[in-house]
């Protein structure tokens, strides 16, 4: 089974960036999502970015347009969170998922099978 190891969170400034990876044990199959998640203390889980087909198809939370890219490299299995112009409210745990199931929004939590365990963003004025 597939094995998905978030990295790249710390504490940074308002403004500043930081990049996310979430390197997966293996191939996950071209017919497949990874997705971005972050969750708050006593929030519900929310998607933030999510990337398809092998990268031929990219969202975004409304909240992260222009801010966040989302990115993959095929060849080492690993997929990139590019987070610019970091606001306080992007303070959260964020998660990678996979083995998305079709039929449903990207941005359902539900929908993937697979989680990280999730690194830590924080960000301070």
């Known amino acids: 089974q597939v094995q998905l190891e978030e990295s790249g969170g710390g504490s940074v400034q308002t403004g500043g960036s930081l990049r996310l990876s979430c390197a997966a044990s293996?191939?996950?199959?071209?017919?497949?999502?990874m997705g971005w998640f972050r969750q708050g203390p006593g929030s519900e889980r929310e998607g933030v970015a999510a990337?398809?087909?092998?990268?031929?198809?990219?969202y975004y939370a409304d909240s992260v347009k222009g801010r966040f890219t989302i990115s993959q490299d095929n060849a080492k299995n690993t997929a990139y969170l590019q987070m610019n112009s970091l606001k306080s409210e992007d303070t959260d745990m964020y998660y990678c998922?996979?083995?998305?199931?079709?039929?449903?929004?990207?941005?359902?939590?539900?929908?993937?099978?697979?989680w990280g365990q999730g690194t830590q963003v924080t960000v301070s004025s």
């Open positions: 998922a996979t083995n998305f199931v079709y039929g449903g929004s990207w941005s359902s939590p539900g929908r993937y099978k697979t």
């Open positions: 990337i398809c087909t092998g990268g031929a198809d990219t």
């Open positions: 293996e191939y996950t199959g071209r017919r497949n999502c």
